[in-house]
Structures are given as structure tokens and as C-alpha cells.
């Protein structure tokens, strides 16, 4: 799986072995409305080319300019933009904006090799930089970990910090799964369903056979989890919605309308399920988008999911659906799984 990241990084080893000098440059702290998060990856390249980002473009041409004009950085160095309020608007960070950034020359490519390479089987790992030694040290994470900076030592992490797992291997679920690769999700797709599971061929992906339930029993599902089930079959969805309301996912939905919704809730009370349990399941899935084709509808889901994930209340909803989780509790998930 590529994000964007991941892109950069590949990029920059690419450069790098062309022969030409390449710089990585990392958001380590942002103040203020600063457009790029902590992480944010760039890469530039000795003649002024770059991928990747770190602000809305004026920092990035600024970086381009100090390089072409001879700058060129030997050691890990901090930069801050947005010290004051007229180069916080200079350089488009809004309401006095400050970006603290890391530049560091690459020197080799080994450590990008192994991130890519524990990346592409699904793992998340974590840098650490030392600024003082310029020393590189790859390790395996664990979700829940964030981007960390002492002022000595930089820790990024890459790969699938979420996990989506999608129960049907239909249509909707090719283009689901698809936009949450993009999303920077692990996806793994489940159906035992021989005339679906024979045609899955969605690249980047993971495929299971087994009985959802099952599955999600092996995978342990943790907060930085969430499960889907659109099979429209209760003999899978069911048994599957049963055993993930019951795990600290963050998010759980399963398709149908609202009447099949609260059908299948008064099934899932015949359970040993609370009400609580119960009133997690997101149904009618996603946001109200006014969708009707499979990729509509996939967005919609894509855009709940992010919704929950950052703690934004689900106001876009259709009218009469039911609402598992209000303001309050949608920003207690959001500090429990950050």
C-alpha cells in the first residue's frame, strides 16, 4: 500500500540513487492553524524539484528557493516559519500560524528500502532520527503510537496506523476498499462465499474465507479498528455485528435502510448484547450524500468512518436514522483512540 508518505519516501530513494543530493523535511510542531499536521513528509530534491508537502505552498517555495540559491543542509537543522504575525500570513499560515520543521540530507537509502519493504506486508513502523548524530534507527509501532519530538529525537511512523475490515466482497466493497487504502487504512476484506471471494481482486488488499465472526475474533480488534458489513445477507452480517459491537472498534456500521436497521437491531436484543453495545451500530450507513451508485455510496461510508475516526459529530445523516453516538461521546472516542 502507497499513501503519501510512503510516495515521498519511495521518490526520494528513486533521486538518490540517480545521483542527485536529496533532503527530507518533516513537520515536527505546528501552532495556530498551521495547514499540515506533525509527520507531514517532503522531499526536495538539489535542482528544486519536490513531492510531498508540509503547508499550503508558500513554505514549499521557500524551501525550493533557500536550495536553489546554495543552501544546502549537511546535518539534521530546525526551521520555523510564522515567527510573527506578518510571516505567519506570508507564508499561508492563517490566525498567526507557526511550522517548526526538520530538514536532513539523505544519505542512504537502507532504512527506506526496510520501511517500504515492512510496509508492503501491512505493518506499521516507526523513525527515529537523532538530530545530534544524524543516526536512523527502524523499528515495528503499534497503533495507538503518534508522531513524537523531544527536541533531540524525531519518531515518524508509517504505514496503517487504522484498520478497516469490510464483511461482503461485492461491488461497493471493491470501491470501498479501495478509497480507504487511499485513507491510509489496512483493509482486509471477508467473505465465505465462494461466488464472491473467487473474483476479489483489489491490489494492496487482505482476503479471508473465514466466517467474519471468527475473523474478528483472531484479529482482536483494537480503537484504530473499524468493521463495515455489507453483505445484506443477516447470516453474516449478524453474526459479525455481534461479536464487533462487542470490541473497542471505533466504528461499526452494517448496510440496509432504516426499517432493515431497526429489524436488525430488535434481532441483535435477542442476544447477550446491551442496549449500549447495540446503539453503536451506525445504520443506515454513512452520510447522507444523496447517493445512489456504488462509489457514491462508498463515499459516504468513507466520510462517516473519517467523521468518527476525528471525533466530528454526524450531523449529516438522513432524517429518522438512528444516531449511535452524540457529540460527547463522538469526541471521548476521539480522545480514547488518539
Given at each position: 500500500m502507497d499513501s503519501l508518505d510512503l510516495q515521498?519516501?519511495?521518490?526520494?530513494?528513486?533521486?538518490?540513487?540517480?545521483?542527485?543530493?536529496?533532503?527530507?523535511?518533516?513537520?515536527?510542531?505546528?501552532?495556530?492553524?498551521?495547514?499540515?499536521?506533525?509527520?507531514?513528509?517532503?522531499?526536495?530534491?538539489?535542482?528544486?524539484?519536490?513531492?510531498?508537502?508540509?503547508?499550503?505552498?508558500?513554505?514549499?517555495?521557500?524551501?525550493?528557493?533557500?536550495?536553489?540559491?546554495?543552501?544546502?543542509?549537511?546535518?539534521?537543522?530546525?526551521?520555523?516559519?510564522?515567527?510573527?504575525?506578518?510571516?505567519?500570513?506570508?507564508?499561508?499560515?492563517?490566525?498567526?500560524?507557526?511550522?517548526?520543521?526538520?530538514?536532513?540530507?539523505?544519505?542512504?537509502?537502507?532504512?527506506?528500502?526496510?520501511?517500504?519493504?515492512?510496509?508492503?506486508?501491512?505493518?506499521?513502523?516507526?523513525?527515529?532520527?537523532?538530530?545530534?548524530?544524524?543516526?536512523?534507527?527502524?523499528?515495528t509501532a503499534a497503533r495507538g503510537e503518534q508522531f513524537e519530538f523531544n527536541g533531540i529525537r524525531l519518531r515518524a511512523l508509517f504505514g496503517p496506523r487504522w484498520r478497516l475490515l469490510i464483511v461482503g466482497a461485492g461491488q461497493l466493497s471493491r470501491v470501498l476498499a479501495q478509497m480507504a487504502l487511499s485513507l491510509d487504512f489496512e483493509v482486509i476484506c471477508c467473505d465465505p462465499r465462494e461466488e464472491y471471494h473467487l473474483t476479489w481482486d483489489v491490489k494492496g488488499t487482505a482476503f479471508s474465507k473465514e466466517m467474519p465472526d471468527d475473523l474478528v475474533l483472531r484479529l482482536e480488534l483494537d480503537p484504530h479498528s473499524a468493521v463495515v458489513a455489507l453483505t445484506h445477507d443477516p447470516k453474516l452480517d449478524d453474526m459479525v455485528l455481534l461479536e464487533a459491537l462487542r470490541s473497542p472498534a471505533f466504528y461499526v456500521g452494517a448496510l440496509g435502510s432504516r426499517n432493515n436497521t431497526a429489524v436488525r437491531k430488535e434481532r441483535l436484543a435477542m442476544f447477550d448484547l446491551s442496549k449500549t453495545e447495540i446503539d453503536r451500530l451506525h445504520g443506515p450507513i454513512g452520510l447522507d450524500l444523496g447517493g445512489r451508485t456504488p462509489a457514491e455510496i462508498a463515499v459516504s461510508i468513507a466520510a462517516e468512518i473519517v467523521a468518527v475516526k476525528n471525533g466530528v459529530p454526524l450531523i449529516q445523516k438522513k432524517e429518522g436514522s438512528m444516531l449511535p453516538l452524540s457529540s460527547e461521546i463522538a469526541r471521548n472516542t476521539f480522545l480514547d483512540v488518539h
Open positions: 515521498v519516501l519511495s521518490q526520494a530513494r528513486d533521486w538518490f540513487k540517480e545521483g542527485h543530493r536529496v533532503w527530507l523535511v518533516t513537520v515536527i510542531e505546528t501552532w495556530g492553524s498551521a495547514p499540515r499536521p506533525p509527520g507531514a513528509l517532503l522531499c526536495l530534491r538539489s535542482d528544486g524539484l519536490v513531492v510531498g508537502s508540509v503547508s499550503g505552498g508558500c513554505v514549499e517555495d521557500d524551501l525550493i528557493e533557500r536550495v536553489r540559491t546554495g543552501e544546502r543542509v549537511s546535518n539534521p537543522s530546525l526551521i520555523t516559519y510564522g515567527v510573527s504575525k506578518e510571516e505567519a500570513a506570508r507564508f499561508g499560515l492563517p490566525c498567526g500560524g507557526n511550522l517548526r520543521l526538520v530538514q536532513e540530507p539523505l544519505q542512504c537509502v537502507k532504512w527506506i528500502d526496510e520501511i517500504l519493504s515492512l510496509t508492503s506486508r501491512h505493518q506499521l513502523v516507526a523513525r527515529t532520527l537523532d538530530l545530534n548524530t544524524g543516526e536512523i534507527v527502524i523499528e
